[in-house]
T-cell receptor, first 113, second 114 residues
Framework: LAKTTQPISMDSYEGQEVNITCSHNNIATNDYITWYQQFPSQGPRFIIQGYKTKVTNEVASLFIPADRKSSTLSLPRVSLSDTAVYYCLVGDPTLMNTDKLIFGTGTRLQVFP | DSGVTQTPKHLITATGQRVTLRCSPRSGDLSVYWYQQSLDQGLQFLIQYYNGEERAKGNILERFSAQQFPDLHSELNLSSLELGDSALYFC?????????????FGPGTRLTVL
């Protein structure tokens, strides 16, 4: 079961690019990597998901190196509204193994004006 | 709005009591997940149901139980409540069985045990 490690907190300023790295050293072959965003007292919200290399959508990019032991969520030009907790989740997609779903400790991102 | 609904939004009760939290998944989603989030524990996976059957268990206490009904809504039952059970309880749903796919979270039920 892949466990994840993330920085506890990060600070940034509006307009900057933010990169949050998640370590998952014992990721399994069938595991995907998913990132969620959570605002206070709200449920987490899906941001992006990937298996290898790079994935980009309208809000973020996800970089996954060849060994897949880590991943980096990249938020371009953050704004104050990006202040939230970001979770890295590693999950097994195979129908044969519905394993426990472990969210990481989360990274608390604070964006300053 | 994720399409997942949870009731009630807030629940205040006393130690030793029993409560039931309800979740209605998005239309068409067969998987329902329950999570507990307290200040000191982060987001903890409790249990998953798929199309009425229990499919995965996390750190769920024996005092807690859940079920998913034929109409796919789910209930989480918490009994013999303790002060430490005070937390936000989230329900999430997804289309498929497995854990790789996008989960849609409800707004949560805030449980306060006095």
């Amino acid at each position: 079961l892949a466990k994840t490690t993330q920085p506890i907190s990060m600070d940034s300023y509006e307009g900057q690019e933010v990169n949050i790295t998640c370590s998952h050293n014992n990721i399994a072959t069938n595991d995907y990597i998913t990132w969620y965003q959570q605002f206070p007292s709200q449920g987490p919200r899906f941001i992006i998901q990937g298996y290898k290399t790079k994935v980009t959508n309208e809000v973020a990019s996800l970089f996954i190196p060849a060994d897949r032991k880590s991943s980096t969520l990249s938020l371009p030009r953050v704004s104050l509204s990006d202040t939230a907790v970001y979770y890295c989740l590693v999950g097994d997609p195979t129908l044969m193994n519905t394993d426990k779903l472990i969210f990481g400790t989360g990274t608390r991102l604070q964006v300053f004006p | 709005d994720s399409g997942v609904t949870q009731t009630p939004k807030h629940l205040i009760t006393a130690t030793g009591q029993r409560v039931t939290l309800r979740c209605s998944p998005r239309s068409g989603d067969l998987s329902v997940y329950w999570y507990q989030q307290s200040l000191d524990q982060g987001l903890q996976f409790l249990i998953q149901y798929y199309n009425g059957e229990e499919r995965a268990k996390g750190n769920i206490l024996e005092r807690f139980s859940a079920q998913q009904f034929p109409d796919l809504h789910s209930e989480l039952n918490l009994s013999s409540l303790e002060l430490g059970d005070s937390a936000l309880y989230f329900c999430a749903s997804s289309v498929r069985l497995a854990g790789d796919n996008e989960q849609f979270f409800g707004p949560g039920t805030r449980l306060t045990v006095l």
